[in-house]
């Protein structure tokens, strides 16, 4: 490769960091000379639904230290704003490279998107060559005994642990090759205001940003991690590692991720590198499987007939719902563009089995809402929540949200932080506050259907209408199954 490039462009997209990064270590190995490039890309931006969205301020801020990261080590980034599928091949001829480097993506339009990158390229006789940097393990590389893609969780952890070894997860190291970095162009990072949006509360939220704030965010977890099997379930202790959206821009490289948990001998490394785990299988099910971006992975689940009630899905969106771990979570994800993971399960739960709404309008609103945010993973969630995808439980699995609530929020430190109005409900209520009688509510200051909604349906009745939906679309997919054999 290293005699056929002499100028290569490096495409930067969701791995916003300049450290044992693929695609740029493989860019500086082949050439002589590379330039470094990020898109703010219109196709994505313009799909946005709010104008206040704290991953565009997230990315800036991100695109801004890698620059001078890049610069730092003799190089640069040209920032662009526009169409992604255009620009990169117009600066590829500018600068008259021979190719366009970058890495993998997984998901279905910006697998569209590179398809036609690549073909503007070739039409100029250049070529787009891209990297596995996102995931340990990617595509075919995890397969059963059989040759065939996992679609159970468990067996494929464990084929994964089987394979994973010092090879997989080195560093590409590229601080020895930096005099191979060409200069910017020039080019300055755009305002948000520039691209049509505007500042968010991110700042107010202080969440450590780019490169640096997920090193430093890294370093507090590693000294906590013996303690994350025990503490991540609950949501107002400092459990999780809250890098998740450092990875899903790619501010930290999961290699360095998945070989720092390998080398720890505790219970807490071991599940947090689970966690890791479910994020390449979920990767691997979308690129095997991308129908689950718009419909069930089990077909048997996709007739559910969902009431789909517009003013019960309101209630859960904007924190109505009479639960007060539901409310807690989904203000906490309205404020934040956090939630919890435990909580991620518990309201996603709710919403299909007991409001009977269909996943894929909670889907839609995380993706609209979450920092986090990334398709594979959302889905694969949602469809896990849902009892529509990869998991081999059945789909009576469904979560009580007051005994949840009990058990992980027992004293209610986190509904009464994102819930004041029940501060002075005490414990024994605060998970099921209607149960307070009048006097305790007055005593309390909160009237049930005044002060804090009653709740929107009763668990039990409605877990019941969920099992006779879930059935019934279990019965005519089997009807259907025999009618076509």
């Not at 503007?120 to 940097?133: I, N, Q, Y």
Request: hydrophobic letters at 45%.
């Amino acid at each position: 490769m290293a005699d056929a490039i002499d100028r290569a462009l490096v495409w930067f997209r969701r791995d916003l960091r300049a450290e044992d990064h693929a695609a740029l270590y493989h860019a500086l190995r082949d050439a002589r000379a590379v330039w470094c490039v990020f898109v703010f890309d219109t196709e994505i931006l313009d799909a946005l639904r709010s104008r206040a969205d704290r991953r565009v301020e997230f990315i800036r801020h991100a695109v801004l230290e890698l620059q001078a990261a890049l610069e730092a080590l003799g190089g640069g980034l040209t920032v662009l704003h526009g169409r992604a599928r255009e620009l990169v091949p117009k600066l590829a001829g500018e600068l008259g490279v021979d190719a366009v480097y970058a890495n993998h993506d997984y998901e279905p339009l910006a697998i569209a998107r590179d398809a036609g990158v690549e073909h503007r390229l070739a039409e100029a006789g250049r070529r787009l060559l891209t990297f596995k940097d996102q995931c340990i393990f990617e595509k075919d590389e995890v397969l059963t005994q059989a040759g065939r893609p996992f679609t159970v969780f468990t067996p494929y952890k464990n084929a994964w642990l089987a394979k994973v070894d010092d090879f997989f997860v080195k560093s590409y190291p590229i601080a020895d090759r930096r005099s191979r970095f060409a200069p910017n162009a020039g080019r300055t990072v755009p305002t948000l205001a520039e691209m049509g949006f505007e500042a968010t509360n991110l700042a107010a939220l202080k969440l450590p940003l780019g490169a640096s704030g997920a090193r430093a965010l890294f370093r507090e977890f590693v000294g906590r991690i013996d303690a994350y099997a025990d503490r991540r379930d609950y949501p107002a202790v400092r459990g999780p590692s809250y890098l998740s959206v450092h990875l899903r821009f790619g501010t930290v490289s999961i290699r360095e991720l998945a070989r720092t948990a390998l080398g720890i001998e505790s219970a807490g490394a071991r599940t947090w590198l689970s966690e890791l785990v479910w994020r390449d299988f979920y990767f691997q099910i979308l690129w095997h499987h991308p129908h689950v971006v718009e419909r069930s992975f089990k077909a048997e689940y996709e007739g559910v007939a969902f009431p789909n009630r517009e003013d019960h899905f309101a209630a859960w969106c904007d924190a109505r719902t009479g639960y007060p771990l539901v409310d807690a979570a989904m203000r906490q994800i309205n404020a934040s563009g956090y939630m919890h993971n435990r909580l991620r399960m518990v309201v996603a739960s709710f919403l299909v089995k007991d409001l009977h709404v269909d996943w894929r309008w909670g889907e839609k609103y995380f993706a609209d809402q979450l920092n986090d945010f990334d398709l594979a993973a959302n889905n694969g969630g949602w469809q896990w929540a849902a009892s529509t995808g990869c998991d081999a439980q059945p789909y009576f699995r469904i979560f009580n949200p007051v005994t949840q609530s009990e058990k992980f929020d027992p004293d209610g430190r986190f509904i009464r932080l994102y819930l004041p109005e029940l501060g002075r409900v005490p414990d024994r209520y605060v998970h099921a506050p209607w149960t307070m009688p009048p006097l305790e509510q007055e005593a309390a200051g909160v009237l049930i259907g005044r002060d804090y909604p009653a709740p929107i349906v009763d668990h039990a009745v409605a877990r019941t209408v969920a099992l006779e939906l879930y059935a019934a679309a279990s019965g005519r997919h089997s009807r259907g199954a025999e009618r076509i054999g």
